[in-house]
T-cell receptor
Framework: DTGVSQDPRHKITKRGQNVTFRCDPI?????LYWYRQTLGQGPEFLTY????????KSRLLSDRFSAERPKGSFSTLEIQRTEQGDSAMYLC???????????FGSGTRLTVV | GENVGLHLPTLSVQEGDNSIINCAYS??????FIWYKQESGKGPQFIID?????DKRQGQRVTVLLNKTVKHLSLQIAATQPGDSAVYFC????????????FGSGTQLTVLP
């Protein structure tokens, strides 16, 4: 399977704990995106990488959130001091420069209790 | 209010009938539009796309219509099947290096036997 992989699929954490999610994009894709989706809503853009450079961040990405893509391949999204409002599906997507289409992963569903 | 998005618009159709799902987009500068299908617990799946220099595009059993004058997009599904039951989102993107997607509110399509 050469799709976008996300790990874990589900994460339940206590409020105040830190969590980290991983995304493995399609290997030849140099663009990588993180989106957040809450129940009943469409996904909302969080951040964008071109290769290893984080080029754009949404205002939704508070200082408790950090994303990395150290070698331009996989990416991690860390949330520190989680809050109940962070409960959502976190989606990763990838694409190639010069193309328009995205491929989304299946997401990581985070529940903060 | 903030909870409006929790109640998705719904569309119920009989198996074999045609479905039409509508979407209003917001940014007149958007130049590329995509329809995604999202099944429960999964990430959005690409269905069909259209560029702003077109007003119609056809795929297998699906057609997308774009009316830039009124900023309206529609997805037509021919001979709707039970496997088409899902939430459908339109998304738009415009100029800018990130080309992040802005998603509309979804529509829950239910195919009745």
């Amino acid at each position: 399977d050469t799709g976008v992989s996300q790990d874990p699929r589900h994460k339940i954490t206590k409020r105040g704990q830190n969590v980290t999610f991983r995304c493995d994009p399609i290997s030849e894709h140099n663009r990588l995106y993180w989106y957040r989706q809450t129940l009943g809503q469409g996904p909302e853009f969080l951040t964008y990488f071109q290769n290893e450079a984080q080029l754009e961040k949404s205002r939704l990405l508070s200082d408790r959130f950090s994303a990395e893509r150290p070698k331009g391949s996989f990416s991690t999204l860390e949330i520190q001091r989680t809050e109940q409002g962070d409960s959502a599906m976190y989606l990763c997507a990838s694409s190639s420069l010069g193309t328009y289409g995205y491929t989304f992963g299946s997401g990581t569903r985070l529940t903060v209790v | 209010g903030e909870n409006v998005g929790l109640h998705l618009p719904t569309l119920s159709v009989q198996e074999g009938d045609n479905s039409i799902i509508n979407c209003a987009y917001s940014n007149s500068a958007s130049d590329y539009f995509i329809w995604y299908k999202q099944e429960s617990g999964k990430g959005p799946q690409f269905i069909i796309d259209i560029r702003s220099n077109m007003d119609k595009r056809q795929g297998q059993r699906v057609t997308v219509l774009l009316n830039k004058t009124v900023k309206h997009l529609s997805l037509q599904i021919a001979a709707t099947q039970p496997g088409d039951s899902a939430v459908y989102f339109c998304a738009e993107t415009g100029e800018g290096s990130a080309r992040q997607l802005t998603f509309g509110s979804g529509t829950q399509l239910t195919v009745l036997p």
